[in-house]
């Protein structure tokens, strides 16, 4: 921006540091969170042709953590460290009222980190010093030359007016608390004069959906990605009592994305996935498993429906060795089968983010022997297995932190045999339930191969389980593939239900022997116990014992009509 009238400014502001510049430009009305607008003045040469390095001598990207206090989490530190950058600490002083000297510390920084040409570095604040940095970097005077790239800020008790974006081609972020007011800091300005500075406090609203994005603060959009986490100040800090790890890891993982994307890091979280799944799944090598895991933080596996898994190196070692991993079921592959009682996993989906990787798989077996991971406690049934599995894996370093997998327990029961859909217990019946409204293979068939075989859009619903969706009168008819596996048109007649495989839909039922089957007891149930400090999402390994038995924690009812007869079912459809 320039004023030219000689003089006018120069007489209003005689200390100011000219350097050839006619007006102090408070803030840029442009979005510079877009990897297209990184514009600077002359005084600043930015890496903004697509493809060029950052950091073309090599070095590691500087990044500088600030808050109150000389000390501060070191578990923080240390993540950030682990992901390759070069960490600095620096705090902000309890006597330091007025933040005079802090702020000249934050006009230093681009000095103190050693900087080569085209460098710049980042800016990681939490509480009182992220609401300096944040009000300090968004004047433009203080970003030409100060050659920051990225600016994340942790729960500030203030945030500079919303509607101006961060000047410079500055990549800002801020994490806000659960508070529903926060204070704005506003100049008046006018021909360029930086006016006087009012602080006013603004309602921040709740955002957009469930993750917190879209924050309006006083009712006008944040011109720079603010959020908001149900979560008091101090959430993303391990050693405050505040600590929310939820909040935390959510932040954490938009944090490293706006670092990253600021320094053009590239990383590949893919590969480390893939090695992982290799150890498990083909070469079933438990070395090879263990060493995709990093081993600090500790790491943690939990597979969902089972609560299977392990917290911690050792844990793992023992589940992935003794119950995971042996026995190995035959013929294991990755997108095809190599013997017909083989373990096949296939890659349907995979969406990468800043350091997470979920993916979407249909995996495939015949329960020839003991899976402890997906059916601890049940001998083998024979019977062919086919579903749909989620697994949500977050890095650290280039290895796994945590891994939890996720799948339809009661499809998988359902097709071994183990769980009836017509078999409702007697207050629900009476309620007017006909069936449990669950179904087998065909949801993870339908993932593969479409609607009724015609494979133009695979995952379509037929809403077969919505009462009236369809207008004739036979809303009866589900799904529970109880067939033996091989996809052909089996037939099967204990309890008079007729099934078709091929992914097709079932026949109607007949009920009349099912309204006679005996009521009898299949065992016990308990309450869960949780262990005090558990970590959420982590596994308890109470299903499992070492010889595949299941471990009953109490003694409770038996499920209402629920048939006992299941083992000699499972004996008679064993091939």
Partial sequence: MEINVPNLINAALPERDTRNRNAIILSSNSNSNSNNNRVRDGFFSSSSSPGSSMFPGGGAPKLFVTAEGADFDAATLAAWRAEGLDVRYFGLDDDDDSGTKYRAT???????????????????????????????????????DARLACLVAYYPGRVPDVRG????????????????????VAHSQIAGFQGKRR???????????????GVTVGGAACAYPCYRYEAPAGFAERDLDEYEPVAADLAWSRSLGAVRAA???????????????????????????????????????????????GVGTAELRRFYGDYFLAPAPAGTSAGAETKETGLKVT????????????????????HVSEMPWILPGVPPTGRRVEVAVVSVVALCGGRLRHEHVYWDQAAVLLQVGLLDPDLVPERARKRGVKRLPI???????????????????????????????YDDDDDDNYYGNSDDGDGENDEKTDGGVKRIGNGGQEREPNREDVKNRDEKETGTSGEVKESDGQQEGESSTETLTTDGGAKNKGKGKATEEQSGDNEGNMAEDTP
């Fill in 199 to 213: 602080v006013v406090k603004r309602r921040v609203g709740r955002g957009v959906g469930v993750g917190g994005g």
């Fill in 347 to 366: 890659l349907l989906s995979r969406t990468v983010g800043a350091d997470r990787v979920v993916d979407e798989l249909h995996v495939a077996f015949r």
């Fill in 263 to 309: 320094f053009r890091m590239d990383v590949d979280l893919e590969g480390v996935v893939d090695r992982n799944m290799e150890g498990k799944f083909i070469a079933r090598d438990l070395n090879q498993t263990m060493a995709t895991y990093t081993t600090h933080p500790a790491p943690h596996a939990t597979y969902m429906p089972t609560l299977t898994g």
């Fill in 165 to 184: 974006a961060f000047p410079g081609g500055v990549r800002a972020l801020a994490h806000l608390s659960s508070d529903e007011e926060i204070a704005v």
């Fill in 106 to 144: 934050l006009a230093g920084l681009g000095d103190a980190a050693g900087l080569g040409p085209c460098e710049a570095f980042a800016l990681v604040a939490f509480g009182e010093a992220a609401a300096l940095c944040l009000e300090f970097f968004h004047r433009a005077d203080h970003t030409t």
């Fill in 439 to 469: 179904v087998g293979r065909e949801a993870a068939r339908r993932l593969l191969y479409g609607f009724e075989d015609d494979g133009d859009e695979e995952g379509q619903a037929d809403n077969e389980l919505l009462p009236g969706w």
